[in-house]
């Protein structure tokens, strides 16, 4: 009935006590678990552009990290641009699967399952008539995201299949993309 | 004005039981009951519901299923006359279409206010149930105005809705047999499903509930489970109380031709969408009810119970390869919703600070206050306090405390 837990410590690198902890000051002051997360982006040339990501607020209050984060993306060539950088897409699947990884390794920490190996494939379907405006009935967005997994630990088949299935009940990004969101774009 | 010991407010199962132990421990009392005895199972249910549970296990303090066929599922006017036998079998005091308007402290008392007139007591037991109110989400005011709403409230039985396509939102028990039920009776029928948990009618020959008894996961403990919040939301098993149907999962639905989605997310200028999630929610459900069949067949193997046809393993739910994510509520092909989104328990009356920020009743195991207590709640004490085969322990644990607290103040 209840997740089995094994003898032997283990560990995914993941502070399982912190997380508790901070479900524990969330409930006591709901408020400190509002955050909001930015990123600034920078047009650079044709398709090309950089994203940069430091400042985010949460716990009450601004934080700036010690580094500043950059992410640039651009087209491939068949679309006539220099193939700089990932497209935005393609960044977006590697958020879902650093996402449900992340997410996988903390459940495991949590449900005291060794993790080995994990590693996984986010696929993206897309027919290029939507962006290109050529077809009403078809969408911008993927038609379609498979994500395939192949997870070396120490637990069962059935073990592994429910830590997959609750990173993904528990996933920011699988939740972004499985459901709508009001989106607010204004020019300053 | 009038003074009694302790005053029990609803006359369901829970309630009776507590009137029960009560008497037998000799605490005067009154129950308050706003309509007649079982009244929500008798007016506030859908015409074709069976009780989950069978017959034998509708246990009660001092009494219990003696008709003929202990391994049947009572429908609404069986079990209504269950209950009123019942009370009659106890000779409870109830008083009848008192329709209670507010319970407040009055010192060390509390003060019930009624359309007869107001009592002021030591003690009050709440017991009106978890399932007071259907509850509705938000959404529902986004539906155009052009598409029918009934709520687990108003839905009666398939002669009530328009011809045409119907959308059900919800896949626990009530949602899964709304469904059938109009897809049986020709409609088209959507439903959108989020978390649910498949359970099969019987399992190795047996009813699941006898599993569920005999095998102890029905008795566990609020201390033995690790997050509490999240036990008392587990919704209800893909059920029905039906000898003749085996199973009523998303797998049976969809052989009868009701298309299943994700949840129901957003409706958005007349769109209604639903969440690209139903292959994870098909996946944790075939995951937990096959957790919980390797339990029962490790109980067994363990007890050496006799005469058990071998283990089974459920066929994966089939999950369409592109279920639908969005459907015009203005084209006329929905005509109808049916919200079967759960209930919640409906304590408005209860004028005391006893919530918490998203109005959810604090309460240790049934006791909520210094004299107040409540029964009848998901998971309040045991995995089956809400059952009616639950009510019965709590109500005994409960009159334990009421009068170990009656005699502190005394002293």
């Given at each position: 009935?209840?997740?089995?837990?094994?003898?032997?410590?283990?560990?995914?690198?993941?502070?399982?006590?912190?997380?508790?902890?901070?479900?524990?000051?969330?409930?006591?002051?709901?408020?400190?678990?509002?955050?909001?997360?930015?990123?600034?982006?920078?047009?650079?040339?044709?398709?090309?552009?950089?994203?940069?990501?430091?400042?985010?607020?949460?716990?009450?209050?601004?934080?700036?990290?010690?580094?500043?984060?950059?992410?640039?993306?651009?087209?491939?060539?068949?679309?006539?641009?220099?193939?700089?950088?990932?497209?935005?897409?393609?960044?977006?699947?590697?958020?879902?699967?650093?996402?449900?990884?992340?997410?996988?390794?903390?459940?495991?920490?949590?449900?005291?399952i060794q993790l080995h190996d994990v590693q996984c494939v986010v696929e993206g379907d897309m027919d290029m008539r939507g962006i290109l405006g050529?077809?009403?009935?078809?969408?911008?967005?993927?038609?379609?995201?498979?994500?395939?997994?192949?997870?070396?630990?120490?637990?069962?088949?059935?073990?592994?299949?429910?830590?997959?299935?609750?990173?993904?009940?528990?996933?920011?990004?699988?939740?972004?993309?499985?459901?709508?969101?009001?989106?607010?774009?204004?020019?300053? | 004005?009038?003074?009694?010991?302790?005053?029990?407010?609803?006359?369901?199962?829970?309630?009776?039981?507590?009137?029960?132990?009560?008497?037998?421990?000799?605490?005067?009392?009154?129950?308050?009951?706003?309509?007649?005895?079982?009244?929500?199972?008798?007016?506030?249910?859908?015409?074709?519901?069976?009780?989950?549970?069978?017959?034998?296990?509708?246990?009660?303090?001092?009494?219990?299923?003696?008709?003929?066929?202990?391994?049947?599922?009572?429908?609404?006017?069986?079990?209504?006359?269950?209950?009123?036998?019942?009370?009659?079998?106890?000779?409870?005091?109830?008083?009848?279409?008192?329709?209670?308007?507010?319970?407040?402290?009055?010192?060390?008392?509390?003060?019930?206010?009624?359309?007869?007139?107001?009592?002021?007591?030591?003690?009050?037991?709440?017991?009106?149930?978890?399932?007071?109110?259907?509850?509705?989400?938000?959404?529902?005011?986004?539906?155009?105005?052009?598409?029918?709403?009934?709520?687990?409230?108003?839905?009666?039985?398939?002669?009530?809705?328009?011809?045409?396509?119907?959308?059900?939102?919800?896949?626990?028990?009530?949602?899964?047999?709304?469904?059938?039920?109009?897809?049986?009776?020709?409609?088209?029928?959507?439903?959108?499903?989020?978390?649910?948990?498949?359970?099969?009618?019987?399992?190795?020959?047996?009813?699941?509930?006898?599993?569920?008894?005999?095998?102890?996961?029905?008795?566990?403990?609020?201390?033995?489970?690790?997050?509490?919040?999240?036990?008392?939301?587990?919704?209800?098993?893909?059920?029905?109380?039906?000898?003749?149907?085996?199973?009523?999962?998303?797998?049976?639905?969809?052989?009868?031709?009701?298309?299943?989605?994700?949840?129901?997310?957003?409706?958005?200028?007349?769109?209604?969408?639903?969440?690209?999630?139903?292959?994870?929610?098909?996946?944790?459900?075939?995951?937990?009810?096959?957790?919980?069949?390797r339990h029962f067949d490790d109980w067994a193997n363990r007890m050496g119970i006799p005469d058990l046809p071998d283990a089974?393993?459920?066929?994966?739910?089939?999950?369409?390869?592109?279920?639908?994510?969005?459907?015009?509520?203005?084209?006329?092909?929905?005509?109808?919703?049916?919200?079967?989104?759960?209930?919640?328990?409906?304590?408005?009356?209860?004028?005391?600070?006893?919530?918490?920020?998203?109005?959810?009743?604090?309460?240790?195991?049934?006791?909520?206050?210094?004299?107040?207590?409540?029964?009848?709640?998901?998971?309040?004490?045991?995995?089956?306090?809400?059952?009616?085969?639950?009510?019965?322990?709590?109500?005994?644990?409960?009159?334990?405390?009421?009068?170990?607290?009656?005699?502190?103040?005394?002293?």
């Amino acid at each position: 009935m209840t997740t089995q837990t094994q003898d032997k410590p283990v560990s995914n690198g993941v502070d399982t006590e912190a997380l508790i902890g901070a479900r524990g000051a969330f409930a006591e002051m709901p408020e400190a678990a509002s955050f909001t997360f930015r990123s600034t982006c920078d047009w650079v040339d044709g398709s090309e552009s950089r994203s940069t990501i430091n400042g985010y607020f949460g716990l009450g209050e601004e934080h700036t990290r010690k580094q500043t984060f950059s992410i640039s993306s651009d087209h491939p060539e068949v679309f006539a641009a220099r193939d700089s950088a990932p497209t935005p897409p393609e960044i977006a699947l590697s958020a879902l699967a650093s996402c449900l990884t992340g997410g996988i390794a903390a459940v495991a920490q949590h449900r005291g399952i060794q993790l080995h190996d994990v590693q996984c494939v986010v696929e993206g379907d897309m027919d290029m008539r939507g962006i290109l405006g050529m077809d009403p009935d078809i969408r911008n967005g993927f038609s379609a995201v498979r994500v395939t997994f192949a997870i070396d630990a120490d637990a069962s088949d059935d073990d592994i299949r429910a830590l997959v299935a609750q990173s993904q009940k528990r996933s920011t990004v699988f939740d972004l993309m499985t459901n709508p969101t009001n989106v607010h774009v204004a020019v300053a | 004005m009038r003074h009694i010991s302790t005053v029990i407010i609803g006359a369901g199962q829970a309630g009776l039981a507590m009137s029960k132990c009560l008497s037998d421990r000799s605490v005067a009392h009154v129950v308050l009951e706003r309509g007649e005895v079982a009244q929500s199972w008798m007016k506030d249910r859908w015409d074709s519901l069976r009780l989950l549970t069978p017959n034998w296990q509708s246990r009660l303090p001092g009494y219990g299923f003696k008709g003929p066929d202990p391994d049947g599922y009572m429908n609404m006017s069986q079990i209504t006359r269950y209950l009123r036998d019942y009370a009659h079998v106890i000779n409870a005091s109830v008083e009848e279409h008192t329709t209670v308007h507010s319970v407040t402290s009055h010192g060390n008392s509390s003060l019930v206010r009624t359309n007869k007139g107001d009592w002021i007591c030591d003690h009050v037991v709440v017991a009106s149930g978890a399932c007071a109110r259907p509850k509705l989400p938000q959404l529902a005011d986004a539906v155009p105005e052009s598409v029918t709403q009934l709520s687990l409230g108003t839905y009666k039985s398939p002669d009530q809705v328009a011809k045409g396509g119907v959308l059900v939102v919800g896949g626990s028990a009530s949602g899964v047999q709304i469904a059938a039920e109009l897809s049986n009776a020709g409609h088209a029928v959507t439903l959108a499903v989020g978390e649910h948990i498949r359970a099969p009618r019987r399992y190795r020959g047996r009813d699941i509930q006898w599993w569920m008894d005999r095998s102890g996961v029905l008795d566990v403990r609020v201390k033995d489970v690790d997050d509490i919040d999240r036990a008392r939301r587990v919704p209800s098993f893909q059920l029905m109380g039906d000898p003749g149907v085996d199973s009523i999962d998303l797998n049976t639905l969809q052989a009868m031709g009701i298309v299943i989605t994700g949840r129901l997310a957003a409706i958005q200028d007349g769109m209604a969408q639903f969440s690209g999630s139903l292959a994870n929610h098909c996946t944790m459900s075939d995951l937990k009810i096959g957790r919980l069949l390797r339990h029962f067949d490790d109980w067994a193997n363990r007890m050496g119970i006799p005469d058990l046809p071998d283990a089974q393993q459920l066929a994966p739910t089939s999950v369409p390869n592109s279920p639908y994510l969005m459907s015009d509520l203005n084209d006329g092909a929905i005509r109808t919703i049916v919200w079967a989104t759960g209930y919640s328990p409906g304590f408005s009356w209860l004028k005391l600070p006893v919530f918490d920020p998203k109005g959810m009743l604090i309460h240790d195991q049934g006791v909520v206050a210094s004299g107040v207590y409540v029964l009848g709640l998901p998971f309040m004490r045991r995995r089956k306090s809400a059952l009616i085969d639950g009510v019965g322990g709590d109500a005994q644990a409960l009159s334990d405390h009421l009068i170990a607290n009656r005699n502190r103040r005394a002293a």
